[in-house]
């Protein structure tokens, strides 16, 4: 509270804790900085082309990441917005919240 709103991301699940693949970014942040934290956090191998393919959709992630700012912002009674996990096929159809808390 004391900061604001902080986004916090990373692989989700066990992989969490195992990995220690968080990182973290304050707003306001544009969709060209979400992507660069993205594409050079801890997770960032996501979204790198592997075999001609990528595991996750770097632009519709950081405009859910975007849109998510925006909403924390927006509404300030939020105190915690959790998804996870957010799956995203890479490009094969839209991304998926499988699971989402807000605490109010």
Known sequence: EIFGPVLVFGL???YTEIF?????????????EI?????????????????GKVAC??????QIILKLQSLALE??????LDINPLISPGGNGPALAVDIKIII
């Open 12 to 14: 989700g699940g066990i």
């Open 20 to 32: 220690q693949a968080v990182d973290f970014a304050i707003p306001y942040f544009g969709k060209e």
């Open 35 to 51: 992507k660069d934290i993205l594409l050079k956090g801890k997770s960032g191998f996501l979204f790198r082309e592997t075999r």
């Open 57 to 62: 959709d770097l632009e519709e992630i950081a």
């Open 75 to 80: 509404i300030d009674q939020i105190k915690e």
